[in-house]
């Protein structure tokens, strides 16, 4: 499905703070960050969905933890607004061992897109 996406200008970034226990599929197109700490998801410049819609089970933020039970999304609209939460989020980079890089798209193939912005917290 992704790489149908990939093919129509999708652009995919994707970090998680637990990579090692992603799916190996989604490994292909995500990377290891230990800053990646909140369920957002940023469609364009515009645009940001907070939440998890099918999550079930334990949710944890450093040393609190809660059950979900019912899905918890929030859409956020308005360029101001999703550049103040990309700046206070670090959303655009990736950090590892005290080294903060750009989020780029991890690609196989030398495949090219244009415009979404994944960032996951993966437990």
Known sequence: M???ERQHGVKILCKASDYKALPDEWKKFT???EDAIFPLLAVDDTVI???VPEFKGLFTDKNTGYYTIFPLVFRITGKHTIEMIKS???LDTRLIDDSRSALTEKLENGQRAATWIILARMI
């Open 2 to 4: 992704l790489n149908h």
């Open 31 to 33: 990377w290891a960050s």
């Open 49 to 51: 969905w907070y939440g």
């Open 88 to 90: 206070l989020t670090s």
